[in-house]
């Protein structure tokens, strides 16, 4: 964590002594560690004086408030069952993806805060699924990231989604909907050509610290109009349709960030993150492999938690024979699915893989999904039919092993 992410819980003058002495939040933290665990009897320290390597001459109190602040920010809080659900039904946004049979799968469709992947054979619609929900979401008025890391990005697919979509929700042929359809999807979508996972990885951490900054920016804003607003009642009580319009003290009118206005993407789509992943992971040249995996993972779902986005991510699959670093784990398809698929009777056999394939990158990836589905080609139809099947192998809300099959055509995902 970054020492200005903590601007408004901390004081400016203790804020800035900590910054030039402590890179982190984290190195702060892991300091005051050391310095315990130094004391004779750290065991039963009460809060007295506990020295810091290079201390900037805090004062115990303030050291104090500050650690209160820090846990209030990192540690876990506790929370009911039933405030958990009245989120789930109340708070949490649920994105179709324009496919009806993996929406089902999936409950819904995507929901904010949840890593979903989609592995697939080669022509199996993993691409395809991407398109359309960000077409379908991008109609919505809502906006989308896509990291396109293998050339596949299709504008002119995006907007015959879209139009087959708004012809379908306005009752008219696709021609009498086309008119700026195509702009206002394409605007609310932004690319991004990556090639390797470093810069990735810079990415999303730019992403993170941006909307974090953002965040910020509109909270100081709605405390400024908070404070204006009482300042106007004060002055203006017992009066009727008062407006105010710089409450903030700025020069702007206070529209300019709409209380409550959405920040950052809905939906964050990388294709495919394999595509990056399966450079480094098991390769000699690169030591870190594992390391740039689980961190590739890890900042996906932090991004999703944090920022309440849905993000929707494709990997290829490999063999199901002996775990290889280029290869799934065997014993599962994500985290939880397991177990669902177990306590509810149906076939763990679906978590290991679909028709001998598993989802790739090993082992040490296969944690990192929240829900996970298994895209692959149904060989006893017509290849023109463009019919596949989709098959749930990780979810924490459904039982493992259901399969749908659904088609891809001229207008979508069907």
């Known amino acids: 964590m970054r020492w200005e992410e903590l601007s408004s819980s901390i004081p400016h003058g203790v804020l800035q002594s900590l910054a030039r002495t402590y890179s982190s939040v984290e190195a702060l933290l892991v300091n005051r560690s050391k310095a315990l665990a130094a004391t004779p009897a750290h065991g039963n320290h009460k809060g007295g004086s506990v020295a810091l390597e290079g201390s900037p001459g805090i004062d115990d109190g303030t050291l104090a408030a500050v650690e ?25 946004q ?48 809502e906006a989308v990231l896509y990291v396109d890391c293998t050339g596949s990005f299709a504008p002119e697919r995006i907007v015959q989604m879209a139009e087959a ?3 379908v929700s306005l009752g008219a042929e696709p021609q009498a909907v086309e008119g700026e359809l195509a702009s206002r999807v394409l605007s609310c979508i932004s690319v991004l050509q990556l090639s390797n996972v470093y810069d990735l ?29 009482r300042q106007v009642q004060v002055q203006g009580q017992g009066s009727d349709g008062v407006t105010l319009r710089h409450g903030s003290g700025t020069d702007g009118a206070v529209g ?16 495919s993150v394999s595509a990056l992943l399966s450079t480094v992971v098991g390769s000699n040249q690169h030591t870190q492999g594992t390391t740039l995996l689980v961190a590739t993972g890890r900042t996906l779902k932090e991004l999703a938690e944090q920022h309440s986005i849905a993000v929707l991510v494709t990997n290829h699959v ?15 398809g994500g985290g939880g699915g397991d177990g669902v698929a ?12 679909v028709a001998g394939l598993k989802p790739a990158l090993g082992e040490q990836w ?17 290849p023109e039919l463009g019919v596949r099947i989709a098959t749930l192998t990780a979810s924490p809300l459904q039982a493992c092993g259901q399969k749908l099959e659904f088609r891809i055509v001229a207008s979508g995902l069907v």
């Open 318 to 332: 490999t063999s199901t024979g002996p775990m290889t670093w280029g290869g799934g784990g065997g014993r599962g």
């Open 342 to 353: 177990a306590d509810r009777g149906v076939s763990a056999a679906a978590a290991v893989g």
């Open 68 to 92: 209160a602040v820090l846990e209030a920010r990192l540690a876990p809080q506790w929370c009911s069952g039933a405030t958990l659900m009245h989120e789930l039904r109340h708070s949490i």
């Open 256 to 271: 300019e960030v709409p209380r409550g206005a959405r920040i950052g993407p809905r939906l964050l789509i990388v294709d």
């Open 366 to 382: 296969r944690p990192q999904p929240h829900m996970r589905v298994q895209l692959s080609i149904d060989g006893s139809q017509p």
């Open 201 to 229: 990885l810079g990415r999303l951490d730019w992403l993170g610290a941006t909307l974090q900054l953002q965040q910020q920016q509109q909270q100081q804003q709605q405390q400024g109009r908070q404070a204006g607003l």
């Open 165 to 167: 979509e708004a012809a």
């Open 94 to 141: 649920v994105l179709p993806t324009g496919c009806a049979a993996i929406d089902t799968l999936l409950g819904g469709g995507l929901r904010e805060g949840t890593l979903v992947e989609v592995a697939g054979e080669t022509g199996s619609g993993k691409t395809q699924l991407c398109l359309s929900a960000a077409a379908t979401t991008a109609y919505r008025g």
